[in-house]
């Protein structure tokens, strides 16, 4: 098949918001929001802290409103104007960020929230448009090739951050103006390539029109929750991947922890980051394929069965070789899996109440980030090495891996 154009303007929102994930919530902001704290007198373990209750506070925030959020979108023209009302929200902190002052880091906190939000609950009507851009069979090339390109948008966009620090903004700029330059760079990114999605894309599915939505939205979510058993590969799909998302998640957020207590450098680091993205490229786009060529199914069981072999490969991280051998094979089949996650998902859930039902799958993905994260410390601190901790991730892949093999034999009525 060929991708049309209402299908190239949904896959490069990816691209769009990439700049954001990789400049704001990975690189910069972090050590930018760091070093105002500290300068205004903030211990390190204060920032530290004051960080992560902005993110969890943002997290559960839109992971509770999802669903609500998503039955709200479900309405006829519902969908365009929330994917709107938060990209823009997100847009605008963005930008918003630049111009905090030096002294002003609790106002650089609650622009942070309101951006993650934003940029949060984007992604949710992002993932719900799918169905409407896809139709079942073509899901899977549609979807994965929105992982790849945002893969490849984030490598692009980080570059540029990189050229605009290696040159000190071209002579002109000192480390806080750098910092703020990325917050504008990230913004107009995200602008300029959400743009297609705008104009081109439009929502096919929908449920009828009420004259109370937000009434409704509410009966309806605690409507299907009272009626799960009638949605039962939907819901067993969800427990499956609520235990192979989280240790997707756990690996990706412990790496850099694990590297640097095996010896990696900071800069080595950074550039195992990029090429990890590059290869997720590449390889994103051939699951798609191999899914098609097989199932999606198929597909799902063998990026999984990648992230068992990883955990398991984990005992034996002596060496930056080891550590660059695992980063290899998590970019093979990180934006595969996810990838075809969100297309399978999309197959076996009613259209109509799609972004209804893709607010769970986000609930679910958030939610996941709690257990491996915690399964790595226990298991770190009484091993003493954070190896082991890694390797235990094994069990989330391994239940995962059971629950979503039995999916085939249940009822695929929703």
Not at 178 to 201: D, E, M, T
Not at 215 to 231: A, C, E, G, N, P
Not at 255 to 276: C, F, R, Y
Not at 310 to 334: E, K, M, P
């Amino acid at each position: 098949m060929r991708i049309n154009k209402e299908q190239w303007s949904w896959i490069f929102y990816d691209w769009a918001n990439s700049a954001y994930g990789i400049i704001v919530t990975t690189a910069v902001l972090p050590v930018y929001f760091k070093s105002i704290t500290q300068s205004n007198g903030i211990s390190n373990a204060g920032s530290t802290a004051l960080w992560g209750y902005a993110n969890s506070f943002s997290t559960l925030l839109v992971s509770l409103l999802a669903p609500l959020l998503g039955a709200l979108a479900d309405y006829p023209h519902f969908k365009k104007k929330m994917l709107n009302v938060f990209c823009w929200l997100g847009i605008v902190t963005t930008v918003g960020l630049a111009f905090v002052p030096s002294n002003q880091w609790q106002w650089l906190l609650i622009i942070y929230i309101l951006s993650a939000i934003g940029y949060s609950a984007s992604n949710l009507y992002y993932d719900s448009f799918l169905i409407d851009v896809a139709s079942d069979e073509e899901m899977n090339k549609i979807s994965t090739h929105g992982y790849a390109y945002g893969y490849l948008g984030g490598v692009i966009a980080f570059i540029l951050f990189l050229v605009l620090q290696l040159t000190n903004g071209f002579g002109h700029l000192n480390g806080t103006g750098i910092a703020r330059w990325s917050f504008i760079i990230a913004a107009v990114w995200w602008i300029i390539f959400y743009l297609p999605l705008q104009k081109n894309v439009h929502q096919k599915y929908s449920v009828a029109s009420n004259s109370a939505p937000i009434k409704d939205s509410f009966k309806r979510v605690f409507q299907t929750l009272h009626h799960i058993k009638q949605y039962k590969q939907v819901a067993w799909f969800l427990v499956a991947y609520f235990f192979y998302i989280d240790g997707v998640d756990t690996i990706f957020t412990m790496a850099t922890a694990i590297g640097m207590d095996i010896g990696i450098k900071t800069n080595e680091l950074m550039i195992v980051m990029l090429v990890v993205q590059l290869v997720a490229f590449p390889f994103s786009i051939l699951f798609g394929w191999l899914a098609d060529k097989t199932s999606t199914r198929k597909g799902i069981l063998l990026g999984i069965s990648v992230y068992f072999v990883i955990c398991l490969y984990a005992l034996n991280l002596h060496s930056s070789r080891d550590f660059w051998i695992l980063a290899l094979l998590v970019g093979t089949s990180q934006g595969g899996l996810q990838a075809l996650s969100r297309s399978y998902f999309g197959k076996i859930i009613p259209k109509d109440s799609g972004s209804e039902f893709y607010g769970f799958y986000n609930i679910l993905g958030k939610f996941s980030a709690v257990m491996g994260p915690f399964i790595v410390a226990m298991v770190t601190q009484l091993t003493g090495k954070s190896t082991i901790g890694a390797a235990s991730l094994s069990v989330l892949f391994l239940v995962g891996l059971i629950i979503f093999f039995r999916l085939p034999k249940m009822s695929t009525k929703n």
